[in-house]
C-alpha cells in the first residue's frame, strides 16, 4: 500500500480531459497515474472520472471489462471524484440519459443530463463552497460549465457541496459527497484553483489514514 502522504490517485482514461487531471493531482503530492484496465485499477487508492461525453465513457467501461470492477470497488469503500460526465457515472440515477445508458450508482442522486444546455451554451460562474475552501471569506472560485449536467435531487446521506448563484439556474446543486465520493459538474481541472483536487486529497489520505 504507498504511503497515505503519497497516495496513488488514477485517472480514468477512457476519454476526456485525462492530462488536465493528471497535472492537477501530481502538483499536489500525489502519484497520478491512468486507469484503463482492471490491474491498473487495482493498483490505486483512489479514482478520478473526468469529463468527457458519458455515454461513450460508459460503452467504453463495458469494453475494456472496467464496468464491474469499478462497481465493486466503489462498493468496497474505494475513494472517488467525478468531474461533469464523471458526475453522471458516479450517480444512481440519470435523467435525458440514453435508452441504454448505465451509471455506477456510487452517489444516492439523480443528476440531469446536458441540463444547461449545448456545448454552445457553456458559460463560467463564481461559486461560494465553504466545504471546498471557497467560502465568502475566501476569494470566489471559477467554475466551468462544459454541456454541464446537474443534480435534479439528493438523498439524506449526501452532502451538498456547492449550488448555482445566479440566473435563471440559481439554487441548482452543482457538487456534492457522500462519503468516500465526490463530485462536481463543473471542470476544475480546466481552472488553476487547486480547491477541487485538493479537498478530494484531503479526502483520499483520511480515508487510507483511517485504514491503517
Known sequence: ?????????????????????????????????????????????????????STTMDKLLRAFDLFEPLRDRLAAGMPAYGSCAGMILLAKRI??????QQTLGALDVTVRRNAFGRQVDSFEEDIVAPALGAGPQDRPMRAAFIR?????????????????????????????????????AFHPELGADPRVHAAFVRLVRDRLSSER
Open 1 to 53: 500500500m504507498p504511503s497515505t502522504l503519497a497516495p496513488t490517485i488514477g485517472v480514468l482514461a477512457m476519454q476526456g480531459d485525462i492530462r488536465e487531471h493528471l497535472a492537477a493531482l501530481e502538483r499536489l503530492g500525489t502519484r497520478a497515474v491512468r486507469v484503463r484496465r482492471p490491474a491498473e485499477l487495482a493498483a490505486v487508492d483512489a479514482l478520478v472520472f473526468p469529463g468527457g461525453e
Open 95 to 100: 435523467l435525458d440519459g440514453t435508452q441504454d
Open 148 to 184: 454541464a449536467p446537474w443534480v435534479e435531487d439528493a438523498g439524506p446521506g449526501v452532502e451538498v457541496l456547492a449550488r448555482v448563484s445566479t440566473g435563471p439556474a440559481a439554487g441548482r446543486i452543482v457538487a456534492v459527497r457522500e462519503g468516500a465520493v465526490m463530485a462536481t
